[in-house]
């Protein structure tokens, strides 16, 4: 009996996945519970489980292809295994039987018209002086010939072997390149003197990442939101280049949320579920990946436990080991451009959360513009009038932020 395994849906919100790596490969014993595959959805890599003990009977998606949630990606055969042994040894004495002498068949080949082709075929090796019947009789063209064959023989003919790998990196006619160079073979310097000269668009492909990125984008930019436009005052926030200004939002923003229940909300149809301790996403840039962990709980931990759990988080996001934990569970979400000197900008709410905090540059005399945007469907004006003021209150709150600055040195 087969059993169908499934692109499993890690979260509410993932749609895809895409195969990382095959941990197993067809014919190998799995027992349930066993770790399959790795997968990568949502920004972050998950383990995948067997539910059955069975054989890997048949590998349906191959590494590195992203297919739908609750697509099948394997088929597991179900039932005992049981060891087979192998026969004991034949004794040499022994005679081997003689084969059955088997009939011969005789297979009658249908021929097709010599130098058949479809249309576009046809008007392409007119084009370009080909032969088709000669170059199927040479067996350099298949029969019958479709433009595509045309057009592969005539990238191999025209283009280097590097010009060739180059050449998928750009937008370009095949007829207007053959144009410009009829009878030379085209190498990766001409290539790109034409692409030059074109001013041809070059190809960027979308990471797994960025297209999470997207899709979870486009999601929440339609949700009801607004922001609110305030300049703080930090000058009374001792950060520098072991503490940043970072470390000291995170620790200050967890604290003010638990005075702020709606802060630690999210929405669903009919109800809201409300988190125990703060939790508080990051923005944060890895290359050309944006990312957003999550620090659990703030509210209890310390600057310096909270730095240690960043540092963690972005060496885990360089060498792509983020979990779905890591990813999962955050409300409010900060995000420093002001370390680059931007002095003010909006941020979008990330998926699921119900704010996110946009730190601009802090001037000489620790004036700090800092937008905040909020789901309006949560948080209503009046909740997130009175989360600001409580956050402007907060840092200048010299008691506070002493007692915060003892526990960078515990």
């Keep these: 009996m087969d059993y169908e395994i499934s692109m499993p849906q890690f979260s509410d919100t993932m749609e895809r996945g895409k195969i990382v790596r095959w941990l197993k490969k067809e014919g190998d014993m799995v027992e349930k519970g066993e770790v399959i595959a790795e997968i990568e959805a949502e920004k972050a890599v998950m383990e995948l489980q067997s539910f059955k003990r069975g054989v890997l009977k048949r590998i349906l998606v191959k ?11 394997a088929l597991l055969e179900l039932g005992e295994v049981r060891e087979v042994k192998p026969p004991p040894p034949k004794p040499k004495e022994e005679l081997k039987p003689q084969p059955l002498p088997k009939p011969e068949v005789k297979v009658e080949r249908v021929g097709l018209p010599p130098g058949f082709a479809s249309p576009y075929a046809r008007i392409l090796a007119k084009d370009y002086g080909l032969n088709l019947e000669e170059l199927q009789r040479e067996e350099r063209l298949p029969s019958p010939t479709h433009a595509r064959d045309v057009e592969e023989l005539l990238l191999e003919r025209q283009f280097t072997p590097k010009a060739l790998e180059l050449l998928k990196e750009y937008e370009i006619d095949l007829r207007e390149i053959l144009e410009e160079f009829p009878s030379q073979k085209v190498d990766e310097d001409m290539l790109l003197a034409f692409v030059e000269k074109r001013g041809i668009p070059k190809r960027l492909p979308i990471s797994q990442v960025q297209k999470t990125l997207i899709a979870n984008l486009s999601k929440s930019f339609p949700l009801p939101h607004y922001h609110i436009y305030e300049v703080f005052d930090l000058s009374l926030v001792p950060w520098d280049k072991d503490f940043t200004l970072t470390h000291w939002l995170i620790k200050v923003v967890g604290d003010a949320m638990q005075h702020f229940e709606r802060l630690r909300a999210v929405y669903r149809e009919d109800h809201y579920l409300v988190f125990p301790d703060s939790n508080v996403g990051i ?34 996001a360089e060498e792509g080991r983020l979990s779905l934990d890591d990813m ?20 979008i709410l990330p998926y699921g959360h119900v704010c996110i905090i946009a730190v601009g540059m802090q001037e000489e005399d620790g004036k700090t513009h800092i937008t905040f945007t909020f789901d309006h469907r949560v948080v209503n004006g009046l909740h997130g009038a009175l989360f600001v003021k409580h956050l402007k209150e907060k840092v200048l709150d010299r008691e506070y932020i002493k007692f915060l600055k003892r526990s960078t040195h515990v």
Excluded: C, H, W
């Design 63 to 73: 590494e590195g292809e992203e297919v739908p949630v609750g697509k099948p990606i």
């Design 283 to 316: 923005a944060m840039a890895v290359g050309e990946e944006l990312y957003n962990p999550v620090i659990k709980g703030v509210n209890k931990k310390s600057l310096k436990e909270i730095r240690e759990e960043v540092r963690s988080l972005r060496k885990k």
């Design 328 to 347: 999962q569970g955050g409300t409010l979400t900060i995000s420093n451009l002001g370390m680059f000197g931007i002095r003010s900008f909006d941020a």
